[in-house]
């Protein structure tokens, strides 16, 4: 069988059932191996098939389009809940990434109030301080 397709992807090209498909190629003494059909053979035994049709171009569409979609019950649904499931753990996470980066942001927040502080001390020393600790933190964080 050099042009094989399968016995149901005929039956769903021609518009009928499997099984009727199946009854007329057993009439008509064409044989199967597999569960597949030579296709020029099913082309002579419905001569109105027709690839360039419209309505059969978009039978072939269907077929290709939904020979991907998960069947209930099969692997695939496991999969989608394997999905779901790493997604709520990368929803958590992120959660606590965000915790952990807001926390340092608070602390940043008030090394700037305490570096501030220090700006406006009496104490030369410390004022000196706070500038410098205040340009290495600017410095720093524009670096990124």
């Known amino acids: 069988m050099d042009n094989a397709i399968s016995v149901s992807k005929a039956a769903k090209l021609l518009g009928m059932k499997r099984s009727e ?9 064409i044989q199967t191996f597999e569960g597949s059909v030579d296709f020029e053979k099913v082309k002579c035994m419905a001569p109105s098939l027709d690839l360039s049709d419209p309505k059969i171009l978009e039978r072939v569409k269907y077929i290709r389009e939904n020979l991907a979609k998960p069947i209930p019950g099969m692997l695939a649904d496991h999969q989608g809940q ?3 499931v790493e997604v709520q753990k990368l929803t958590k996470d992120l ?37 410098e600790l205040c340009q290495w933190l600017r410095d720093k964080i524009c670096a990124e």
């Open 95 to 131: 959660m606590i990434e965000t915790q952990t980066a807001n926390h340092y942001r608070d602390i940043i927040n008030d090394l700037a109030a305490k570096l501030g502080d220090l700006q406006k001390s009496k104490v030369p020393e410390q004022q000196e301080l706070g500038f």
């Open 82 to 84: 394997d999905l779901t």
């Open 21 to 29: 498909l199946s009854e007329r190629l057993s009439a008509a003494d």
